[in-house]
């Protein structure tokens, strides 16, 4: 006969592992998808919350009042956010290489809404992030964040944070730099074929200054500019390797500041 008691002690406890796993669900990639219903977000929050409870090192939660419980329930959610956010940087790596790339070839008036991050995308970058989005679920990166955020009670329990914020800032500053690097070893091929063919645009409106070079160029642009995308998606598992290297190391990162 199995007999299993719950106190409310326990049903505190709960709700700050809660808090901690919802607000890394609301915001990291996949599981925060805007087109996601919340109460499958909250359904899948709370199932985590009931099934890791039992291995959840729970010796560091000591309050007194609400109010203590509040900063308890605060420290959680900004744990849980930090990791979310770790996690979300593969969106705003290929948003931000899908933005140059659209100024490149001239595209970058034609934008449209994306219901995923419920705001205004360029068609590649929304491209390219769906197709980074297909590629994490392919070599199961879903799960790797969502087991990195469960192990991260091992490092951090419930009430357990020491939140180094020159460790955070930097790691965000090194991430920074690290974006523009990989962004533009997204954009290079483009790039590159854009800079050779103003170079051809500008060497023909010297030989031939009747042309005109404005129309022309806005039509080839766009032209090469597909042709260069249709020849370089068998470069977006690199592209994925890349990211996900970036985005492990940002969670970790992140997890270091905070213990």
Not at 14 to 32: D, E, K, Q
Not at 164 to 176: E, R, T, V, Y
Not at 197 to 203: E, F
Not at 237 to 244: E, H, L, Q, T, V
Request: hydrophobic letters at 60%; charged letters at 10%; proline letters at 3%.
């Amino acid at each position: 006969m199995i007999n299993y008691t719950f106190s409310l002690v326990d049903f505190e406890i709960l709700l700050l592992i809660v808090v901690r796993i919802s607000c890394f669900v609301f915001i990291a990639p996949f599981y925060g998808m805007g087109n996601v219903p919340t109460r499958v977000k909250v359904g899948l929050s709370v199932v985590i919350a009931i099934l890791i409870f039992g291995s959840v090192d729970q010796s560091a939660v000591t309050y007194t009042g609400m109010i203590g419980y509040a900063v308890i329930v605060l420290r959680e959610g900004i744990t849980g956010l930090l990791i979310g956010l770790a996690a979300n940087i593969c969106n705003s790596i290929i948003l931000f290489a899908g933005n140059i790339i659209d100024m490149d070839i001239g595209l970058a008036m034609a934008q449209e809404f994306d219901p995923m991050t419920k705001s205004q995308v360029t068609i590649t970058g929304n491209l390219y992030q769906y197709f980074i989005l297909l590629l994490m679920i392919a070599t199961n990166m879903h799960h790797v964040i969502l087991r990195a955020l469960v192990d991260s009670y091992q490092l951090i329990p419930v009430n357990g944070q020491v939140f180094d914020w020159s460790s955070l800032a930097n790691s965000w500053i090194q991430f920074m730099g690290d974006m523009f690097v990989i962004a533009f070893r997204i954009v290079l091929p483009v790039f590159a074929c854009m800079m050779i063919l103003n170079c051809i645009l500008g060497i023909m409106a010297k030989v031939a200054p009747q042309m005109n070079m404005f129309a022309v160029g806005i039509q080839l642009k766009v032209l090469l500019g597909l042709v260069v995308l249709f020849l370089t998606v068998m470069m977006l598992p690199g592209i994925a390797d890349f990211i996900f290297t970036e985005m492990k190391r940002m969670m970790v990162s992140m997890i270091e500041g905070m213990y």
